[in-house]
Each structure stands twice: as structure tokens, then as C-alpha cells.
């Protein structure tokens, strides 16, 4: 059988093409006399609803008439202009890299023997390099929207999921570093690495289903899930500069909601559609996450992954977890557990972690807990060791963690410790 991510954009279109209802963009048309239209409503930007769902997966999403307007308003402020702007030096190529290495579940010979094209060269899907923002109270977006949030520094942006589907890689600089913020559609994993001195851009070739980066200083190939460099491609020789083998630095990207997002920072600013590229951003080409969830998104059979995995697992392969890795191995959270729970415990090559909720913002975080210290909720904070602490800041060793479809995690982390799955 022949896999290509063209092949699947094609196989997907038929489901796709109702997907512009929604978060997308569209909404269903307004009743003749003028009520509301039935169904989920949509959050108002700014406030929170309680009956909207903590898991990202099939979330019913009604968007307000016409295309979404993420032109942006004025133009940009002193404080962005400043934010565009390198504070950390880096040599041309440098990357800044781990100490230590992440576990790998496989060996790095494996991954690039199964290092596979997804249907498009080198940057046939086109990052985004020169990313434009405006402030948050600027644009219009239903509060469902999906978006990638961070804050580095006090810098504050949202990454909306509508355009990174169709570049995912943006490079920027947030809080003064450079860096890149990265999406995978076909394994939904939004990441965070810095880049240091190079850019980065997607290479068209894919393992485990998931993006697979190519720095543009020496062509060395980076899994996006597993942060390491595992091949050296042909545009720039066979010189990978030491790099095979080492994992990026990694920064949190919060995968949530516009509503979620803004209720927390409202100041934040948000990525524009003046991306310089010609695209659709109210259509997701590989299908909806609701209503109704359709393509590659939809959970269940006979939807299986669409290109081959180094491992399988027959748990419901669609499921959010959340996932953490160390130099010694990998930990999963199922997801809605989680955040059903608030607190639930696990094991990385035996060390205890421990994993809370952050319900406001729908996301989950993971620590270190090698103590085995009792975590319990304190409404909306956690106590830990007779202290009360927001979810993001126990005062344990918080590692990297982030939502994964559990196929992918599973692909790349078979001996992963698992929790709720």
C-alpha cells in the first residue's frame, strides 16, 4: 500500500468539506426569526462556561457568521516590535540542546530506518518565518477555538490551530529567544523548542505519523515527539555537527481553548493570517474536531492511524494523554482521568511523578516526585507538603509534558509507564 499525506488529504476531503461549520470558522445558519441557533453555545471570549468539556476531542463548537477575522487592528506597538527582537546571541547553527538526552523507546537506527515521505519535500508544507500579531481584544474568534498558548517571560502569545494546520512550524522569538513553535495535525502534539541559530522547517518526511523537522543550517532530521535528532538528510552533506542523538530544549505549549486562553492573559497577543502565504485558514484539510468530529480526528474504528507505526497498541488509539519523558523513560495520563481526578500518580523507570490538573485552563502538568510527597487539590490549587501551589507551580521539579493521541505516544514510547489507559 502507498501512504502520502496527499493520499490522505485526499481521502479526508469528503469529511473536511463540512468541517468549516464550527470552530472553523462558519456557523450553521441563523434561524429566519432571528433566535439562537440550538446546540452548544459559544463561550464569550473572556468568561468561562461549565458545561464546556475539560478534553479536547469532539468538542461541539458553533463560530460566529462569516469568516473568522484574524486580520488584526492597529499596527504594531513598541512593546512588539521589541518582543521580535533576539536578546539571546547564538552563533549561526548553534542549537541549544539538553545535557542529558530524552529516553527514546527505539533505536535511533530504527527511527530512521522508518523514517518514511509524507507526500511533499522539504518545505512543501511552509513554515511561517515572519509571524504578525495583534492584541487579543483586536480580533474576532469563537471562544472555542482551538489555540497553542505560551508565556516565556512575560511574553504572551496564542498560536491559532486553524493556521498552524496548514505550516506547522512557526519560527519566532518570544520573551527574546528564538524559537519554534511546532504542530503536528496527524498525532495532535503542539510543542515548544528553542532554536537557537537556525531555523526550522518541515521536512515532508514523517515517523510514527508525526512531523519530522529539518534544521535548515545542516539538514539533520529532529522528531517532533521525541525532540531528538536521528538522521542527517542530503540538502546540506552528511555533517550532522555532533548533533545525532541530542534533544532540543523544550518550553511549554498549552494546548486550549481562545476562551481558556484569554480568561487567563488578557493581554496576550494572537498570531495573524498575515502569514505572507497564500492559504485557507476556515478549512482544516484533514478534517473537523467538531461537531461533528470527522477524518483523521475521529476516534474509534475503523479510523486507524494513517501512515505505519513502529509499535501498535489496541487501546483507543484517538485518546488524549498527557505525556512526559525523561533521560530515563516516559510516563502517560489519560487525559480526561486527569482531569476527572485532578491529581493521579505514576512512575518514570520506577521514580514516582505525580500529575495535576489545571482545570481552568484544561490543561495537565507533571512533576517529579521521587519523595513520594501527598499531592491533594486545595480548590483551586494543590496542596503539597502542608503549602498550597497552583498547578504550575509545585514546589517539585515540573518536567516537559504534553498532549499526545495515545498512538503516537505509544509508537514512540512502547515501554512507556501508563496511567488510565
Not at 460566529?64 to 546571541?89: I, K
Not at 532554536?195 to 505519523?209: D, M
Not at 481552568?360 to 512533576?367: I, Q, S
Request: with cysteine; charged share 25%.
Amino acid at each position: 500500500m502507498s501512504y502520502t499525506r496527499r493520499g490522505v488529504l485526499g481521502s479526508l476531503a469528503g469529511g473536511a468539506s463540512g468541517a468549516v461549520a464550527g470552530c472553523l470558522g462558519r456557523s450553521r445558519d441563523p434561524p429566519e426569526d432571528g433566535s439562537a441557533v440550538t446546540g452548544t453555545p459559544e463561550p464569550t471570549p473572556g468568561s468561562q462556561t461549565s458545561d464546556e468539556p475539560l478534553v479536547d476531542l469532539g468538542v461541539p463548537c458553533t463560530g460566529p457568521e462569516g469568516v473568522v477575522d484574524l486580520s488584526g487592528g492597529r499596527p504594531a506597538t513598541e512593546f512588539e516590535r521589541a518582543a521580535a527582537t533576539p536578546t539571546a546571541e547564538y552563533a549561526d547553527g548553534e542549537i541549544p540542546l539538553r545535557e542529558t538526552a530524552l529516553h527514546l523507546g527505539h533505536e535511533l537506527t530504527k527511527l530512521a530506518d522508518h523514517d518514511m515521505s509524507g507526500g511533499v519535500n522539504h518545505d512543501g508544507i511552509p513554515s511561517i518565518d515572519a509571524p504578525r500579531f495583534a492584541r487579543g481584544d483586536e480580533i474576532e474568534l469563537p471562544g472555542c477555538a482551538r489555540v497553542f498558548g505560551v508565556d516565556l517571560d512575560g511574553d504572551v502569545r496564542a498560536y491559532p490551530q486553524r493556521i498552524l494546520v496548514r505550516h506547522e512550524i512557526v519560527n519566532d522569538v518570544i520573551g527574546g529567544e528564538p524559537v519554534a513553535v511546532t504542530y503536528c495535525p496527524l498525532t495532535g502534539t503542539a510543542q515548544g523548542f528553542y532554536r537557537g541559530g537556525v531555523e526550522f522547517g518541515v521536512s515532508g518526511q514523517l515517523v510514527n505519523s508525526n512531523l519530522v523537522m529539518w534544521d535548515r543550517h545542516r539538514d539533520v532530521r529532529w522528531s517532533q515527539v521525541a525532540a531528538t535528532a536521528f538522521e542527517v538528510g542530503d540538502q546540506r552533506g552528511s555533517d550532522d555537527g555532533g548533533l545525532l542523538g541530542r534533544s532540543l530544549r523544550e518550553f511549554r505549549l498549552f494546548w486550549t481553548t481562545w476562551n481558556r486562553w484569554l480568561s487567563r492573559h488578557p493581554d496576550t497577543l494572537v498570531m495573524t493570517e498575515e502569514t505572507g502565504l497564500a492559504r485557507n485558514y476556515n478549512r482544516d484539510p484533514y478534517g473537523s474536531y467538531g461537531p461533528p468530529v470527522s477524518g483523521h480526528y475521529a476516534p474509534g474504528e475503523p479510523r486507524r492511524p494513517n501512515f505505519p507505526l513502529l509499535t501498535y497498541d489496541e487501546a483507543d488509539e484517538k485518546r488524549v494523554v498527557v505525556g512526559a519523558r525523561t533521560p530515563d523513560g516516559a510516563v502517560a495520563f489519560d487525559k480526561r482521568a486527569l482531569m476527572e481526578s485532578s491529581v493521579l500518580t505514576g512512575a518514570i523507570a520506577g521514580t514516582p511523578v505525580v500529575a495535576v490538573a489545571d482545570r481552568e485552563l484544561a490543561v495537565g502538568y507533571v512533576y517529579a516526585n521521587p519523595e513520594g510527597v501527598e499531592v491533594e487539590p486545595d480548590g483551586d490549587e494543590y496542596a503539597v507538603d502542608g503549602r498550597t501551589a497552583p498547578p504550575d507551580g509545585l514546589p517539585l521539579d515540573r518536567l516537559d509534558a504534553f498532549d499526545a493521541m495515545w498512538f503516537a505516544w505509544y509508537g514512540f514510547y512502547p515501554d512507556t509507564d501508563r496511567v488510565g489507559i
